[in-house]
């Protein structure tokens, strides 16, 4: 089972380059970053954990410009979202970014991406919150036609691109309907979610990893209906925090990659908690 791991970084932690530099010597598989723009301090959306929203919610950097500088400072390590809110980008540059990244790291890029849960983040990019699933349907598609070799135009509910030239393209290459780098989809179980999954991605981001014993023949049946190869779906827990009989649970369901939750902290306090997760490597 490959290992990777998730941290908030921001201003106050341990710095991109640092940690990617500890995770490959270490032989962790990769580093997936969560993205926030902002935090607005008037909020009425609770947080999804409970209790008072964590300060580094709002401190969180760039997950692009702190992986970029993980890429170029490693060579095998990984690179991840966890998740991208795609709703609150602009399509046709989150694609150049996309690009440019798995490009520039030799197809390393993982896109984690999701539906977000701020309500009030969101709207502030302009997102309607009822139809933010199709929003991110639509600008997927979006994307994926400016991956592809040769110049295709898409025409959509939510944005429109005239056929372009579009480089770099991601270094990994179309495996069925999905286009572009690995896409996992983050968020929880359903039958709208596994639709999405079979339609234009890899697999699933769930966070946690809570209930895959009865969501996993679930999501492999809406798999199947969508006409995807059985061997083809990657399921991968993410933030979480781990034991021995958690991960050979997983390991039980055929997971092949679990990412687990670092604390939003200095050096010293993160390699010590790298070092605790050596043991499951």
């Known amino acids: 089972m490959r290992i990777a791991v998730t941290i908030f970084l921001t201003d106050e932690t341990i710095t991109p380059t640092a940690l990617a530099r500890e995770l490959e010597q270490r032989g962790y598989a990769g580093l997936y970053l969560p993205e926030h723009t902002h935090i607005p301090v008037e909020r009425a959306t609770p947080y999804p954990a409970g209790g008072d929203l964590p300060p580094e919610y709002g401190r969180t950097l760039d997950p692009f410009v702190a992986l970029g500088q ?35 790291s030799g197809g390393r890029f993982t896109l984690g991406l999701g539906f977000g849960w701020n309500v009030e983040e969101a709207a502030d990019h302009g997102v309607r919150w009822r139809t933010r699933r199709e929003l991110v349907r639509d600008r997927m598609a979006l994307m994926r036609a400016l991956w592809s070799e040769e110049p295709v135009a898409h025409d959509g509910e939510f944005a429109s691109v005239r056929a372009s030239s579009a480089h770099p393209k991601p270094a990994q290459k179309p495996r ?20 999405h999954i079979g339609e234009y991605a890899d697999g699933w981001l769930p966070i946690g990893g809570r209930g895959l014993s009865e969501s996993l023949p679930v999501l492999r049946a809406a798999w199947a209906d969508a006409g995807r190869d059985p061997a083809a779906l990657q399921v991968v827990p993410y933030a979480v925090l781990p034991t021995p009989g958690k991960l050979a649970h997983y390991a039980a369901l055929g997971i092949e990659e679990v990412v687990l939750q670092l604390p939003p902290a200095g050096e010293t306090e993160v390699l010590r908690v790298l070092d605790a997760y050596a043991a499951f490597l």
Do not use: M, S
């Open 70 to 104: 993980a890429a170029a400072v490693t060579e095998r390590l990984g690179l991840g979202t966890g998740v991208t809110l795609v709703a609150q980008h602009d399509p046709i540059g989150l694609a150049k970014q996309v690009a440019t990244l798995d490009h520039l």
């Open 176 to 195: 069925g309907p999905v286009v572009g780098p690995r896409t996992l989809v983050g968020g929880a179980a359903g039958p709208k979610l596994f639709a």
